[in-house]
């Protein structure tokens, strides 16, 4: 494993990115509010087909693909979700040290494979070595950690929709390399690409404005137009615990002409308060069975 060529970034960089983030919200904030205007570039509605209304059966996305059959994003794992009722898949992006794009969650490889350390200080042929499958079952040792071409392959072949998580911070350059084989897979319209980090999908917007963001938050406070102005995301993903504190955060997200989708349920319960408030995207690790309940449902009515 090496060690030297991608050191992590220092408290200094950190204070200096947040800065830099908060002078960021600060203006687009004031120009929505000023202005009075959405500034996404993208309607959800184009992004989603058609925004939910309390009662609809919300789209399913396999969280890392189908974890409850396979080993987190692993190829194993993202087939199978793309096998099943999903209508997207998400998977999580970083950058190895020669800069190949590989889907993983954790900033280290500890928990996931047989190795040890950050992403980011593998290159792609010391990562390609490691066994990401073994400490989920014996059927799937040798499993590798995929690359984002790999699964950018699997997807062309397929009519499902993918959720790219952008793991951390981006540059112009770095998110041009993901749009670039996005674009080389012929698989633009069926990409979205989300990020906790809204200079990250402000980054999107300059290099790439055909691809839609959507911003991770764990909660909403305030005006969520202006929030996603601020990223220039056609949608919000935020937590269970968002809508439950505040069930009219649906329809305020909407009335905003967004998408909103809720991480990560894994039950009947919290699947039947999601459609209830008519939220677009359900998150889960259990594609499958998510897909059976909203057909039993449905069925019923």
């Known amino acids: 494993m090496t060690t030297s060529r991608n050191p992590a970034p220092t408290y200094r960089d950190h204070r200096a990115r947040r800065a830099a983030l908060a002078a960021a919200i600060v203006t687009a904030l004031t120009l929505a509010l000023v202005l009075n205007v959405n500034v996404s570039r993208v309607h959800a509605a184009g992004v989603f087909s058609s925004l939910r ?27 199978r979700a793309l096998n099943s009722a999903a209508g997207y898949v998400e998977t999580d992006v970083q950058l190895t040290a020669d800069g190949v794009a590989v889907l993983m969650h954790d900033w280290t490889v500890d928990r996931t494979t047989n ?44 009519t499902k929709n993918a959720i790219l998580e952008l793991k951390g911070s981006w540059t112009d350059s770095q998110v041009t390399l993901i749009a670039d084989l996005i674009a080389r897979h012929g698989v633009t319209d069926h990409v979205i690409i989300a990020s906790f980090d809204i200079m990250t999908l402000q980054s999107l917007q300059r290099v790439t404005p055909e691809l839609p963001g959507m911003l991770i938050v764990r909660d909403i406070i305030g005006d969520p137009g202006a929030l996603a102005a601020a990223a220039g995301a056609v949608a919000l993903v935020t937590s269970k615990k968002a809508i439950t504190r505040n069930p009219e955060l649906v329809q305020l997200v909407h009335d905003a002409g967004l998408g909103i989708l809720i991480y990560t349920l894994n039950d009947s319960e919290t699947w039947s308060d999601a459609v209830s408030l008519g939220v677009d995207g359900i998150v889960t690790d259990r594609p499958a069975e998510l897909g059976q309940w909203i057909e039993r449902v449905h069925r019923n009515r």
């Open 115 to 158: 190795g040890s350390g950050p992403v980011w200080a593998y290159s792609y042929e010391e990562l390609s070595t490691l066994d990401a499958g073994s400490w989920f079952g014996e059927e799937f040792v040798g499993a590798r950690v995929p690359t984002l071409e790999e699964f950018l392959d699997l997807l062309r072949w397929s």
């Open 53 to 79: 209304s309390p009662g609809e059966a919300a789209f399913i996305a396999g969280h890392r693909g189908d974890t409850m059959v396979a080993p987190e994003n692993t190829l194993e794992a993202l087939g």
